[in-house]
């Protein structure tokens, strides 16, 4: 039988008396403000609930296959976990996995899902380093700098001075 603890009137009293001193309180809230300092004090220095051990909807090493994929909260099926895991649950899927204590890579879309948009991203050509065209002729040389004595002045001037903010001007200047 578990020990009820006794709990001092005084000590109710003044606390209520201090909240009502600093708060507006309705004269008919006033019993359940009581009421509800009372249980605090006598919950204090009990253990806190156990949390509820969490059981999956479906097995874990069930949850997806080469088609699917399988919500463990709630047991929703389908090829993409993610969007479901925010709109549904509101969770991401770092924190879904940290709940269900998953590894990092177990799949949170269908493989067949996951293939068919690598082919789609192959096939534009995503991932890849630029190719030169075969159309357009390759020069191996290095690019070549005409002589200092070449370069115009006024160009080299308009590197020197800061840009120009705010609108365009009217017209071009002619380039010699």
Known sequence: MPETKRIDPHRVAKIVGSYVKHNKIAADDLPNLIATVYQSLAELGQPAEAPASLKPAVAINRSYGRDFVVCLDCGW?????????????????SDYRSKWGLRDNHPLSSLDYTARRTEIALRLGLGRTRQPDETSPVSTAPPTTPPASQVDTAFMESLSRPKRRGRPRSQALPLT
Not at 77 to 93: D, I, K, W, Y
Request: proline share 0%; glycine share 12%; no cysteine.
């Open 77 to 93: 099926r389908g090829q993409l976990l993610r969007r479901h895991l925010t709109a549904a649950h509101g969770s991401s899927a």
